[in-house]
Each structure stands twice: as C-alpha cells, then as structure tokens.
C-alpha cells in the first residue's frame, strides 16, 4: 500500500486516497470553440508516461482535498505533492529517494 | 509414547514441564520448548505424512518453516469445540503445549497403510505437466472424475468444514527501522539501530526465541563466551531499550510498497493457558524508515533416488534436533554432503553418542579445515563419492553409495546402513523479502546463488541471506546494515560448497524417482521432461511441473530446479532466468488478514431512522449500494408478487407510505451557488424562484447521464440536492472535483446531509389527507402549494423542508426531517394513514410505480454511454447557457448519430409475461449465429395497476420503430414484444403534474 503525503494533512495510507489521473490538463475556457477532434483529445488521450508523471489525486476519506502529486509509474515513488494550482515541481529538484543495497 | 531418542541433557527445553501432544489419537510426550517435531523424534517416529502427488511415506526434512513434508492437521482447542482445526501445519514450527490434537494428512485408511500410495506405482501417468495433459477431455469428465475423483487422491490436508471459531486482532505500527530476522546479523543491527536511543526499531523473528542459527549451536563462541550467551546478553540489552519492540514469533510475510511490510503475530496457539477471547493472531502492518532484511538462508537437498524417505534430512536440521531440543535423529547416521557446514552436524553428532560417516561429492583436495576436523575426531569419510539410492521404505535402512571415477564413471557400490541420513547440498540465501520489494537480485557465481542486488525501497540486507555465511562477518555485517559497527571474534564457521544439481549415478535415470521438490513431489525426471518437450525459461518449468508452487514456495528446492534446467540446456544459470517471489512469505490463515471485519463487520449496513420499523413491520430487506432498505412488507401468505401487486395499487387508489430516507443529499449554499449549479447540471437554475424544485439531470465531461434528481431551491444562495441512493458519493466527489479544480474562484460549499435527514414519502390520492393535520404553518392546497415547490416548516411539531414531488405520477410529498425524529414522525403519519387505507411500499413498489409511469432509474436504464436524448430527456438540456459539463461533447458526430439506442417500452404478446433485466433484442431469431442484438431490456416488471406486464428497453432508433415486432431471448427461447411508448400508465384524477 502506497503511502501518500497529503499537502495539507501529511502521510496518510493509500486507501484514504483517490486518483483522478492526469494532471495539469485544463479544461478549455470555452468548450463550444473547441473543434471535434481537439475536443476528443482532451476527453481521452492522455500521455501514459513510464517514469514520473503529474496525477491528481484527492484525500475523499481525510480532508476531503484534491492536490497534485508526481508519481513514479514503474517504481510507484512519489517524488513530490503539491497543492492544485501550483505549477508542476521540477523533477530534478525532488527526486525521490531510493537508496542502494550495496 | 515414551521418548527413547531423547538426550539425558541439554537442549532448549524445560525438563521441568512435561507435556503431552495427541498424535493419531496416540500420547505423544515432551517438554515445554519442544516442537511436535522434536517430539515426534524423541519418540523414534520419522514418518510424519504422505506425500501430494504419490503418497509416498514423508519424514521430517527440516526443523523450520522451509519443511515441506512433515505437513499436520492440528485442532488448537479441541476442547473448545469444532472451528479450531486448520491443516498444512509444519511440524516444525507448530510448538507443543498440553491440549494440541494433531493428525497426520494424505492418506486413508491411516498413515501406516495407504491405499492411495497405489498411486507411487502409478506415477508414469503423474509425470510433469499432467494437469495439463490429462484434464484436457472430455468435458464431462471433469465434473464426475477428475475433479472429485483426483482431487481426493492428490491434494494436500483436508480444508476446515467450520466457521473458523479463533479471533483475530490487527495492528498498526510504525517505526524509523524495522529488522526481519532475529540471528546474529539481525539482533546485531537491531543493537546498533537502536543504541544511541532517537530511533525507534521493531525486531521480528518467526522463531519462539531469538537467536537464529545460534540456537542450534553449543560449540560457538563470540568474544570468548558461549555463542548462547551472546544471544542472551543482546536480547537483554534490546528489551531494556524503551525504543526497542521485540517481536517474537512474528512473521514478516509480505514487503509492499513504501516500506509497508505486513507480518503476523501468533499469539495464542503457543499457550494452554490463553484465556478464552484472546486473539489468535495479529497482523502487523508496519511502515518503517528502514528495513534490515536479516532472514538468513535455506540448506539445499541433495537430489539422489529416494532422497526423500523418512529419517533423511537436512544436515543443519539434524544438529538442530541433536543440540537445540535434545533429541537423537537416530543411532546411525550418514552425512551427504557437498558443503562444509555439514561437517558441523557430523561433529555434534559423533559428539552425541551416534555412530557417524561422511559421505562427500567433493574431492578432499576441494575440502577445507573441516576434513581434518572429522578425521581428528575418527569419524570416515569417503570423498569424492556419490549416493546412488537409499533403501529403506517408511524409514531409510541405509545408503548405496560409490566412489565417482576422473571420468565421471560410478565405482564399485558400498551399502552404508543406518537409520538417518544428513544431507546437505549447500545453502541458498532467502532473498523472498528482498524480492517481494521489487530489489533486484544478482547471481554469484562464487556463492552459486542469487544474492540482493539494486534495492528498490529503503532497504538494507545483512548476514546469511546475502551469502555472508562466517559467524564474524554476519555480526559484522548485520551491525553494519543498522547504521553502527562491530567487531566481535567468533568461532570460525565452516563455509564453501560445491554445486551439485543431481548426484551422479548410473541408474535409469527415466525410472528413477529423486526429489527436487518435496511438497508437490516433483522429481528430477518431471524436469528433465519439461525442457524435453520445449519448456525453458525457468517460470514456464514452475507452472508446468509445479516445482515450487507448494505452499513452501520452493525454500529448499528453487536452486535445485534451476540449477537442474541450467544444466540440461547448458546454459549459466542466470541465463535461465530465477523465479520471482511473492507474498506471503510463509502461508498465512484468512483469519489474521481479515482480522474483525467479519460477519456483520465484514461490510458495514447502513440503516435508515426508520428501519427499526420496518423490521419490526415484517419487510424483507435488500441491499442497496451499502444501505439495506425494505423491499416489500408481506402480508401473511403474500409472496413478492402478491405484496407488490398491492402495495402498488394502493398507492394509484388510496395512499402509500415509503421509506425514501436513503436519498444521497447535498446541500449546495454560497453566493455563486446558482452559478454551480448551472454548471454542473444541464438544466438551467437563475431562474428557478426560492422555494421552487426542478428535476435536475447531471452528466461527466463525455456528455453521458451521471446520476439525476430532485434539486429544491430553499433560498437565494441554497441549493437541496438530491442524488441517486447509490450515486451520493460519486455526485459529491464529482462537485468538489470541478469547484477545487476547475472553478476555485466560485465561493461555494458542499455539504454531504444524506444522513441528517429522513425521508418519508407520502404518495398517492390521500396523500394530502394524512398529512394535513399535522401541519399548521404550511398551507397544503394545490394553489398554494403545487406540484415541484419545496415549504420550510414544522410536522408534527418538528422542522420540516416538505416537498411536494412525486416519483409515481400521483399527488406526493416528501417529509424530510431531521434524522432522530425520522422513526417517530414516520409512525405518527402511518396511524393517521389507517382513516386513509395507507400502505407501507417497499423498493420493489416503487420501481414498478416509476416505470408505470415511464420514470428512469440512472443505473438500471443508463450505463454510462446513454445521452439525455437517448433518455428522451433533451428537453431537460438547456439551449442557451453557454457551457455546463458534458454540453460541448453533446455535439460530437457519434453523439448526434442516428441509429442510437432509445429507451422505449416493450410489451410482450402475452401479457403475463415478464421479460428478463438484461434479455438481449432482435430483430430476426432465425438469422445465423451470432445474431445482430439491437437493444436489451432495463427494467421489467408485472404491473397490477395496468393489468399486464411491461417493461422499458434500449433499442437501436427505437423512438422511430414504435409499434414494430421484436424478439426478446428469454431462458426458453425467443419471445414476441410490440415497441411501445415508455409510459404505460394513465394517472387519474390529481395527478403530479395537475
Ligand atoms: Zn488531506
């Protein structure tokens, strides 16, 4: 079970948690300007990286917040949660610890 | 059973507490500290089970969790009654108390006499891949012969037929370093992480007591004093360390995520004297800063013809039994070995009083320190030899063995006779955890085993379980792993091995049975048959032959089998590929994973104020999302059809009474609030007036129906809202998603009252009746008080929000009012009602009344791809806003495609007959297979009040085939249907919408 650092209440168990997908996908001012296909795009496609990606996710059985997180999808680490609205961290600058057995 | 084979002295067990142990219905003695191993021993008896596949007869191999044959039933209370009895106890591991009722498995009529061994005759029909091979026909085969049939004759122990009666209790726990393993290299990074007092660690160890190894060992010494001395002197310095929690008989099972490591605790079982009530178990979830894997390793077999009967063992096992609980193995031992650390249990043994050889594959130039040792101590060695068989049945009676020539040839064969055998083909560090945490492993060549590589998570591995096998270096190593140093001079170990897969022999090697893996009988023959037939990579061997899928995961037989297929295909053995580990490390009892939430705690119910009612009214219940809500309220002789049938007529002729309390409810309050609203729902909302209702229709971004309802305007800047019973959840998920992400500058709130308020529905043409005496602010007539307007005031004296809507097309109110009033209000209106002919309903009522009146349910006619216009319901999309969710993807091409399916009704030909939810539509029920489905039934029910059955569908332009034929598979075949409007039922006099 992940264990998942809420912004706004600290680490708290996955099982408290949500996940809305993709992050930093905003929705169109003004949808009727929207061409089918664009439009399609936003409704469906999404990037599915392998490595660190920005996810939505929301605290529905704490705070009842949603915020952003990057998460690792081949290691599952999250490298850094930040509250909705901030701009996407630099990846480098929180990397997320994984120490060596050596 | 006296205990012949038990030492006059020593050993780990308190001579001054006997016990005794039901085994087979026999006395079976010994003392506190033993196992029902160590006393089976002690008694003389080796044979302890049959075996999965063959029934052969199986002994004790090991003295841990790794034992794969010595397999029990145990009844922990039996003087408690059934419901403690679970099987596939390993000997081993299972400690003996007074009270223990223990039964052998696998074999009928009893452990001596076998019928079922017929089946080792047998085994060329039970070669690899005979699962696979036999079960394939013909079918009804299955169900009459293979299943009950081979089941029965191959299996392991007999699954409890109870409830299990034990209870179970969890824990959470956290800590800065969590050490799996309780040897030396654990105890000694526990006493480093932990010296300086700022972190707080957690010490778990399987075993009874902490020391690992140590405990088998009475001639090592650490800093000059006796090994167990040193274990004693770090168990006292943890426990007297406040940030030091030792766990003893904990298992560390599974490594998850974030350090998340789960183990579980046996508590009771240990103990005659556990009161009544105290858990059996605990399951430990731990999140720890640190993880020191300190899990030691596991000694090979040798896989020889018969290596596998009883009184053959482990080597390290047979010094355990002999040093740890006191007990001769045997009087005539022979050590096979091709490992150093055999020499050891050789040494111990001749020490003990029995007469011992060594028979070694390695030649004595390829030996270390340890051969001189035996020879010091007059023990013989045969070097460079090899065990061709054992003989011996249900005890091995001696060894054939031989001296293996330059060329690999077999020499002149020597029978050694004897009763046990020590065997010992090196050892293979238990790297389970490691790999559960996604670590990746590394092959050593030196170590001839897979050793922790690149960790994944914040993880250390320390000791033998990375291939440190030196006494010195393991406490060096583990002190290392918790963050501190130590040097200590211990007693150098005899380490080193010579790999050996199979032992050299010249028999048939096509007949010959050899051991690979013990639990699931899997010989070397079954391998070399696999990677005959194509089979290579070493995950396809292990499904095909089963090697290693027995509940001991392959401990002692992993290397073996990888080793093997290495060998055949001549390629180096990581080239095969290792087999990927997972959780539980050790099996683990359904009763400790699920803990209390069992029974009534297994799902919460939730209930309504006026459950209480209901239930004491006779209604049958059925579950709804988490709620549980009366269905019907029969009548005395009434079945389900005969209580609906007039539950719903009495709603169209008099008055009904229904418990709508479960209604999802979220009040919508701020000054942008009609702003949200508009947004979020299709309809439009600036101009509903306080104290006005409309129905609201919701949809997701994709522009498909999301869950609807009845939204009253109790104020400027406050909206009720009510969802679908199964939708709250979702609906307030889905707001506070787009007013946190999308919308942050509307000032609105969300509040959750599903469970503030009660809802009593009063439906029908008397409605008004019953309620009106119990009203004294709210003037209740139609003028006053029309259809979809929503009064704040007081029924029977308690505040009310009442609406008057309707969900059956009659003249209705909703009471909502606070919870705790809920049951008293209901009862005091249902006593009012008996003037009126009022009716309790029931969910199944209420289906029927809204689908008489062509009402939908999102969820029963909806899935998720239906559109308002699918619906019908485009009349409820407002034109003129300019966005709301899900508008802009109402215009997409396949959104406004013709062709799309359309609720509709359906009328059956005959019409008592009611078609099935989820019944498949045609056109043509004689074109070919497969047929092209145009549409399916949502909802269908028999309908007192129109005489007839009816039901709703979505079909294909159904809006346009009105009137048309179609066909309807029900379980007999086809059946006609006529397309019909959706609204199959006229209301009468003053109706909802009058
Ligand atoms: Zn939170």
Redesign the pocket.
Same mark, same amino acid.
């Given at each position: 079970m992940l264990l998942i650092d +809420?912004?706004? +209440?600290?680490k #708290?168990p996955e099982v408290?948690f949500h996940c809305g997908g993709e992050a930093h996908i905003a929705r169109p001012e003004t949808p009727t300007a929207v061409g089918d296909a664009d439009w399609g795009s936003f409704l469906y496609y999404r990037t599915n990286p392998k490595g660190v990606q920005a996810e939505r996710w929301l605290?529905g059985h @704490? +705070? @009842? #917040?949603w915020?952003n997180a990057l998460r690792d999808t081949v290691s599952d680490a999250f490298v850094a949660t930040y509250e909705m609205g901030k701009p996407r961290p630099d990846r480098d600058a929180a990397t997320a610890s994984t120490p060596s057995n050596a | 059973m006296s205990q012949p084979f038990r030492r006059p002295s020593g050993g780990r067990i308190d001579r001054s507490r006997p016990l005794a142990v039901t085994f087979n219905g026999k006395r079976l003695e010994g003392f506190a500290g033993d196992t029902v191993a160590s006393m089976l021993i002690a008694s003389g008896q080796h044979l302890a089970g049959r075996s999965f596949k063959y029934h052969r007869p199986r002994g004790i191999l090991s003295h841990g969790s790794d034992e794969p044959s010595a397999l029990l039933s145990v009844d922990w209370r039996a003087d408690r009654g059934p419901g403690y009895r679970d099987p596939n106890n390993r000997a081993s591991v299972v400690e003996a108390r007074d009270g223990l009722v223990v039964n052998t498995q696998n074999h009928w009529p009893s452990l001596e006499t076998d019928i079922g061994a017929v089946n080792d005759l047998l085994s060329p029909v039970f070669v690899a891949g005979f699962y696979y091979k036999t079960f394939m026909w013909p079918r009804k085969f299955w169900d009459r012969v293979y299943e009950p049939v081979i089941r029965k004759a191959a299996g392991l122990g007999e699954a409890p037929d109870v409830k299990d009666a034990d209870r179970y209790s969890n824990r959470h726990a956290h800590c800065d370093v969590l050490v799996v393993g309780a040897g030396p290299a654990g105890l000694a990074a526990a006493l480093a992480a932990s010296a300086d007092g700022t972190k707080r660690v957690i010490l778990a160890d399987e075993g009874s007591e902490p020391g690992g190894a140590l405990l088998n060992d009475t001639t090592a010494t650490i800093d000059g004093r006796p090994a167990k001395e040193w274990v004693a002197g770090a168990v006292a310095t943890l426990d007297a360390r406040e940030n030091v929690v030792i766990l003893p008989r904990t298992t560390a099972f599974g490594y998850y995520n974030h350090n998340h490591v789960c183990m579980v605790e046996r508590i009771s079982d240990h103990r005659a004297d556990a009161p009544e009530g105290l858990a059996r178990e605990r399951l430990w979830q731990v999140r720890a800063g640190e993880v020191v894997l300190a899990t030691g390793s596991h000694e090979r077999p040798l896989v020889f013809e018969n290596n596998d009967r009883p009184g053959i063992m482990l080597a390290e096992s047979v010094r355990a039994y002999l040093n740890r609980w006191a007990v001769l193995p045997g009087n005539e031992l022979v050590v096979v070995t091709s490992s150093a650390s055999a020499y050891r249990t050789a040494l111990d043994a001749k020490a003990a009083g029995m007469r011992v050889s060594i028979v070694d594959i390695r030649l004595e130039a390829d030996c270390g320190p340890e051969f001189a040792a035996a020879k010091d101590a007059g023990i013989t060695v045969r070097s460079g030899h090899t065990v061709i068989r054992a003989l011996g049945k249900k005890r091995v009676t001696g060894l054939v063995v031989s001296p293996i020539g330059r060329d690999g040839t077999i020499g002149e064969k020597t029978t050694l006779a004897c009763d046990c055998v020590a065997m010992s083909g090196g050892w293979t560090p238990s790297v389970h955890l490691f790999s559960q945490s996604r670590g990746k492993l590394r092959f050593d060549v030196e170590l001839d085993a897979f050793v922790p590589g690149t960790s994944a998570q914040a993880e250390r591995s320390a000791g033998a379980c990375r291939g440190v096998y030196d006494l010195t270096e393991v406490i060096a190593d583990g002190a290392k792993a918790g963050g501190g140093e130590l040097a200590p001079e211990a007693t150098a170990s005899f380490t080193g091995f010579q790999p050996v897969r199979v032992l050299p022999t010249d028999a048939d090697a096509s007949k010959v049975k050899a051991f690979v893996d013990f639990q699931n009988d899997v010989t070397a023959k079954d391998i070399r048959l696999a990677v005959r037939e194509g089979f290579e990579s070493i995950e396809h061997v292990k499904r095909y032959t089963t090697t290693g899928m027995a509940t001991d995961q392959g401990k002692t037989s992993n290397m073996n089998a990888l080793g093997l297929v290495a060998g055949i295909l001549d390629r180096p053995l990581p080239a095969v590929g290792t087999t990927t580990f997972r959780p539980p490390y050790t099996p683990v009892s359904f009763g400790a994973l699920i803990g209390p939430a069992r029974d009534e705690l297994f799902d919460p119910v939730r209930k309504t104020p006026i459950d209480p009612w209901a239930e004491a009214n006779g209604a049958v219940f059925e579950p709804v999302a988490l709620w549980r809500r009366a269905k019907y309220f029969p009548r005395v002789g009434e079945d389900m059809h005969a209580a609906v049938a007039r539950e719903t007529r009495a709603v169209r002729t008099h008055v009904g009474i229904f418990d709508a309390s479960t209604l999802g409810k979220i009040e919508v309050i701020g000054p942008d609030a009609a702003e949200f609203m508009n947004r979020i729902y299709t309809n439009a909302w600036t101009k509903l007036k306080t104290g006005g209702c409309r129905y609201g229709l919701m949809l997701r971004e994709d522009g498909f129906v999301y869950d609807d309802g009845v939204v009253a305007r109790l104020a400027e800047d406050r909206f009720h809202v009510t969802t679908t019973t199964g939708g709250a959840p979702r609906v307030m998920r889905h707001m506070e998603d787009y007013l946190q992400t999308e919308w942050p500058d509307l000032d609105v709130f969300l509040t959750s009252i599903t469970e503030q308020w009660a809802v009593i529905a009063l439906q029908g043409p008397n409605a008004r009746k019953v309620l009106d005496p119990f009203v004294t602010d709210i003037d209740l007539t139609e003028a006053a008080f029309p259809h979809m307007t929503v009064k704040t005031g007081y029924v029977c004296g308690v505040p009310c929000r009442l609406f008057r809507v309707s969900f059956t097309g009659e003249l209705g109110f909703e009471v909502n009012v606070p919870a705790d009033y809920g049951e008293a209000v209901w009862k005091t209106l249902y006593e009012e009602g008996q003037k009126h002919g009022i009716t309790p309903y029931g969910t199944e009522a209420m289906h029927v009344l809204r689908a008489e009146v062509g009402y939908v349910v999102v969820g029963q006619e909806t899935d998720g791809t239906v559109t308002p216009d699918d619906l019908g319901l485009s009349g409820l999309v407002s034109k003129v806003k300019p966005d709301f969710v899900g508008k802009r993807s109402l215009t997409r091409p396949d959104m406004i495609a013709a062709g799309r399916r359309q609720l509709v009704g359906l009328l059956t030909k005959t019409p008592d007959e009611v078609l099935d939810e989820g019944a498949q539509v045609v056109d043509d029920p004689a074109q070919p297979i497969p047929m092209k489905m145009i549409g399916h039934v949502t909802s269908s029910y028999a309908s007192s009040n129109c005489g007839r059955s009816i039901a709703m569908a979505m079909i294909d332009a159904g809006r346009e085939r009105i009137g048309e034929t179609v066909f309807v598979t029900t379980p007999a075949g086809f059946t006609e249907a006529v397309i019909s409007n959706a609204v199959f039922y006229d209301v009468k006099g003053e109706t909802a919408d009058a």
């Open positions: +809420c912004p706004y +209440c600290g #708290r408290e605290h @704490g +705070c @009842g #917040r915020f | -």
